[in-house]
C-alpha cells in the first residue's frame, strides 16, 4: 500500500543552494514521495501564515509531514527539518538520522551560519528549467 501522506519541504527558491538542495532530494527519492514550494511562493506563504510563522524569515527551511492535513500536521524548521527529508529518502540517506543525538542547539548554530554567508559563498539562484521535466510534478509552485 502507497503512503497516503504528502510531505512537503519549504525552501528559499531565492537561493542556490537551497536549490540544489532540493534537486539532490529529488535525484535520491526513488518512490517521489516529497515535494517542494518555496517559503516565498503563494502555497509557502499561505502555510507560514496559517501556522503561526514569520512570511520574511527565508532562512529556514520548513518540512511539514503531511501537506494534505497542513493545518495541523507536525512540521520541523532548520536541522529537524533536513533531517526528515533525509528520512525520506530511504537508506543511505536515512541513516543521517543518527544526526538526531547530537543536540539541536548545536545543529541549528551551525545551519544558521551557513544561512547567513549562503548567499555570499554560493550566490542566488538563477532561475532555469529543471534537469529531469519529470520532477515539475513535484513542485506546489516554483
Not at 103 to 125: E, K, N
Amino acid at each position: 500500500m502507497s503512503d497516503p501522506r504528502l510531505p512537503v519541504l519549504l525552501y528559499d527558491g531565492t537561493c542556490r543552494l537551497c536549490n540544489a538542495a532540493v534537486f539532490f532530494l529529488l535525484q535520491h527519492d526513488r518512490q517521489g514521495l516529497l515535494h517542494f514550494a518555496p517559503l516565498q511562493s503563494a502555497p509557502g506563504q499561505d502555510f507560514l501564515r496559517m501556522r503561526g510563522l514569520p512570511t520574511e524569515d527565508f532562512d529556514s527551511l520548513v518540512y511539514v509531514r503531511d501537506w494534505n492535513r497542513r493545518a495541523d500536521s507536525p512540521f520541523l524548521r532548520r536541522t529537524d527539518g533536513a533531517l526528515a527529508a533525509a528520512a525520506e529518502l530511504g537508506r543511505p540517506w536515512s541513516r543521517l538520522a543518527v544526526l538526531r543525538f547530537v543536540p539541536a542547539f548545536l545543529r541549528d548554530a551551525v545551519y544558521r551560519l551557513v544561512a547567513r554567508t549562503r548567499r555570499s559563498l554560493f550566490g542566488d539562484y538563477v532561475p532555469a528549467p529543471l534537469p529531469d521535466p519529470a520532477w515539475a510534478g513535484r513542485f506546489l509552485a516554483r
